[in-house]
């Protein structure tokens, strides 16, 4: 089982950058795809970026390609969320997620656990 806890969020204006950390437990964490969802009031969560077990092969959004990177690292157990070129729209509450190695995808239901989200508020 994985418990994951996400930190970082916070209010930054447009254009600022800001730096989302997940926080993993468990032994089996580094056999785990990892993903960033996001979701604002009313919608339904959307996928934001992916990364393998292995750390490599990322996949994202293409509302943010370019912009947000994901990477992890297996010995400490984290994987982090750069946010560059903030947009309002990107305004939502960040979550992670964990899926059973290669099987990370666009879907939320690919996913087995999740944190408890971080809110991002960028002001225009």
């Known amino acids: 089982q994985v418990q994951l806890v996400e930190s970082g969020g916070g209010l930054v204006q447009a254009g600022g950058s800001l730096r989302l950390s997940c926080a993993a437990s468990?032994?089996?964490?580094?056999?785990?795809?990892m993903g960033w969802f996001r979701q604002t009031p009313g919608k339904e969560r959307e996928f934001v970026a992916r990364?393998?077990?292995?750390?490599?092969?990322?996949a994202y959004a293409d509302s943010v390609k370019g912009r947000f990177t994901i990477s992890r690292d297996n010995v400490k157990y984290l994987v982090y969320l750069q946010m560059n070129s903030l947009k309002p729209e990107d305004t939502a509450v960040y979550f992670c997620a964990a899926a059973p190695g290669y099987h990370g995808s666009y879907d939320v239901a690919s996913y087995n656990y999740w944190g408890q989200g971080t809110q991002v508020t960028v002001s225009s």
């Open positions: 990364i393998r077990w292995s750390g490599g092969s990322t």
């Open positions: 468990g032994r089996t964490f580094s056999t785990y795809d």
